[in-house]
């Protein structure tokens, strides 16, 4: 029996069973070997903040609007970094046994379609438990230099590192996609990265994946714009990803580019961004924010950077980092069962975490 996540009420977290279909033709069965957290969306639900809670989404118009919620509770299955192996198969498209990277929400097994269903088998040599990243959470972030690289190149984009190589970046945030994107820019030929954090112990994890650290209640801005000079009148960094959903996170990154500097914006603002003073740097410098999510790359180059071309591009990395992402991202790994209390306890403050991964039953039992 498959046992699936499910928010039935802010603050009321169970896991409930559910009964798999049958796997079609040309489908496959997987059983749950890692389920990574995706804390700031998954506590959104926890807490009753996401704007798909409240209002309705209009996919022609791009709009929310007042009235029918386009997510009521209970919620379930929220997640998308799953990684699962193939346990049964009605398709020569994936073999049983295989490990692959998808995205079905935190549940302990899955039939999926090859059709509708994306996946993304893990090379051998992998550690697993990485994969959580292939299929989503690195395509966010490599998507995000692929903006930085657009801004600066057009279509001419060639390399994921076009739009920072021998430039200066920094990145506002310490979190998994901060975190995350850092490497990406430290890998893809920047000539100096600095993360941006108020807190000393995701500082200590960005340190330990080798790039350089400010804390950002010591103003970076005033120490960054005096360190790196471009000219005259023109100071600070060439480019800053902005991964923390927090107003004031994003009003820094502003501060810290220089004149007509551009900022690739990865973070979920759930209470919005009143305290963005976009009368100030904003204005007087001439900047430029630009929103990279996944659901969208750059206009013009969709044929040739598609989601699976940037999971590649993850694989790459987490080839390059892997030892040091296991070692210091991932803080937590919690057994299946328990996390309902992860989750809320996440949601009352009572636990911080920066990667917190759930273990597939398959795994506990070594499967």
Known sequence: MNKVLTIEAPGRVALVEEKL??????GFMVATLYSGVSAG??????????????????????LFADGTPSVEYP?????????????????RAVREGTPVAMCYGHRTA???????DRFVE????????????????????????????????????????DGVRGRRVVVVGAGVVGLLTACFARSGGAAEVVVV???????????????NVMDAGDDPAVALKRRWRHGPNDRGADLVFQCRGRPRALALGLRLLRPQGTLVDLAFYTDGAQEVRLGEEFHHNGLTVRCAQIGRVPRGLAHAWDRERLSYETISLLSEYGERLRDHLVTDVVAFADAPLFLTELADRRRQTIQAVFRGDVEKEGG
Do not use: F
């Open 122 to 161: 893990l090379p051998g040599g992998l550690d697993p438990l990485l994969g959580i990243y292939v299929a989503h959470m690195g395509p966010i972030c490599a998507n995000g230099l692929l903006h930085a690289a657009h801004d600066l190149h057009g279509p001419a984009v060639q390399r994921l590192g």
């Open 41 to 62: 969306t998954e506590l959104t639900y926890v807490k009753g903040t996401n704007p798909y809670l409240t209002s309705t989404w209009d996919q022609a118009l791009g």
């Open 110 to 116: 899955y039939v999926a379609d090859p059709m509708e």
């Open 21 to 26: 279909p049958d796997v079609p033709d040309g």
């Open 197 to 211: 954090d108020e807190t000393p112990a995701r500082l200590a994890v960005a340190e330990a994946l080798g790039v």
């Open 75 to 91: 919620v379930r299955g929220v997640g998308y970094m799953q990684v699962g192996r193939v346990v049964e198969t009605r398709t």
